[in-house]
């Protein structure tokens, strides 16, 4: 045997090719195939999968009967069951791949059929809110719709994860995505029910009903430009002329709604000095509340003097004398105006949240939501200082109903009221001769 001979290795045949390495090539290949065929089969399968079922919509109006009914006992628990119950928003991402490929008939379909889901839950809210005109309760608050009619930045920044983790896992796994689609839903559907509710409650606390579906509009416009930009960075472009204007109008329509709704465009006319900054306002947040001082009049009663003339009967250009009479002392009622503490007006300017909370006592439970510039009676000299944060008595008029209670001073801004006090006239002392 001739040991310096290499041994023979055997050939790998050319046609075998292991299952899990198709599965690494087919991973590391676009997933937007470059051919024609390959494209149209690809886009086929994923509009299979994006198209909307019965389920959307039956899905969708539990959801709403279930949020509304959590805006109605202001419970947060129930707010997330329906948030849990709500459809998985595949066909979000349809409509976002029929702007893409430029399909009109698609793009319709799948806009049309989250339209509808959209309506079911606001009119699910509706529903709620007449029910609490019903069935009215004066203990009764509705923070948790006024929470989500307002925007907040970290949900924006949920917002924002859950529609790419939504749209990645649509387009690489063939399972539905029911925890990304949770975090879309937890933002889209809430604001939409809440401005509902607020519709039909017409309650007007903080404004609801207008201020949800302007959130609404924001958070809709924020994923769509990230899920058109998610598609792309999944290889995912417009190849026909259509889809390149359908995607560009869509981008152009969701920047500019971002833009104008949520007042961008102002803070970035300040920046770059085309806009003058807003003036600081003429109020001021006072840091102590000091008892205004009123006026005390007091008359005391004095001997009264009159000097009464008596004429002659020859007249005559020189003065006469007179007699001087001297009256003895009248009763005169002593006017006392007790002092009293001035209620103050506070007007709710919070910067953030778009407005505050009364609460029964310093920290304790919420008793009514006022939004930025409500006012409210400061009731003077009675403040407390609780880890570190002042806080002032209170109180104002919700629906009808008087509400005391406690706000944070920092929220609150006031005018320094004038008194103007005027003593009250003394009739003179008058006597006949």
């Not at 995607?247 to 104008?260: E, R």
């Not at 008596?310 to 003065?319: A, C, H, I, K, N």
Request: charged share 10%; proline share 9%; with cysteine.
């Amino acid at each position: 045997m001739n040991f310096d001979e290499t041994p023979s290795q055997p050939v790998p045949d050319p046609d075998f090719v292991s299952a899990r390495a198709r599965r690494r090539r087919a991973q590391r290949r676009a997933y937007f195939p470059a051919d024609e065929e390959g494209r149209a089969a690809l886009f086929e399968e994923l509009s299979h999968r994006a198209f909307p079922s019965y389920e959307l919509f039956v899905f969708a109006l539990v959801a709403g009967v279930i949020l509304g009914l959590g805006f109605f006992v202001n419970s947060q628990a129930l707010l997330i069951f329906g948030i849990l119950v709500a459809p998985v928003l595949t066909p979000w991402v349809g409509i976002s791949l029929a702007t893409i490929a430029g399909s009109g008939r698609f793009f319709l379909q799948t806009f049309s059929a989250f339209a509808m889901s959209s309506f079911l839950i606001f009119l699910s809210g509706l529903l709620a809110g007449f029910a609490s005109r019903i069935l009215p309760n004066s203990s009764r608050t509705f923070n948790e719709a006024f929470t989500h009619s307002r925007l907040w930045w970290p949900e924006l920044i949920v917002l924002t994860i859950g529609t790419i983790i939504l749209t990645i896992s649509f387009v690489r796994s063939e399972n539905k995505p029911y925890l990304p689609s949770a975090l879309l839903a937890s933002q889209l559907i809430p604001p939409l029910c809440a401005a509902g509710f607020g519709l039909g409650s017409g309650t007007g606390v903080g404004e609801i009903w207008p201020q949800g579906l302007f959130v609404f509009f924001v958070h809709f416009a924020v994923a769509m430009v990230f899920t058109i930009l998610t598609l792309f960075f999944l290889r995912f472009y417009p190849i026909t002329f259509s889809g390149t204007i359908l995607t560009g109008f869509v981008l152009v329509i969701a920047i500019f709604a971002v833009t104008f709704l949520t007042g961008l465009d102002d803070w970035i006319k300040i920046q770059t000095g085309l806009a003058p900054p807003e003036p600081a306002p003429v109020s001021q947040t006072t840091p102590t509340l000091a008892l205004i001082p009123t006026i005390t009049p007091s008359i005391n009663p004095d001997p009264t003097t009159a000097f009464i003339g008596v004429p002659t009967q020859t007249p005559s250009r020189t003065p006469q004398p007179t007699n001087q009479v001297t009256l003895p002392p009248t009763e005169t009622a002593t006017s006392t105006v007790t002092a009293e503490p001035t209620p103050i007006i506070g007007q709710i300017r919070a910067a953030e949240g778009g407005g505050a909370f009364i609460r029964e006592k310093p920290g304790g439970i919420v008793l009514a939501t006022l939004g930025n510039g409500s006012t409210v009676t400061i009731i003077p000299n009675d403040f407390q200082e609780v880890n570190g944060v002042v806080w002032v008595h209170v109180f104002t008029t919700v629906n009808d109903i008087r509400v005391e209670g406690w706000m944070i001073q920092a929220v609150l801004v006031t005018a320094t009221p004038v008194a103007e006090w005027e003593p009250s006239p003394t009739s003179e002392g008058t006597s006949t001769p």
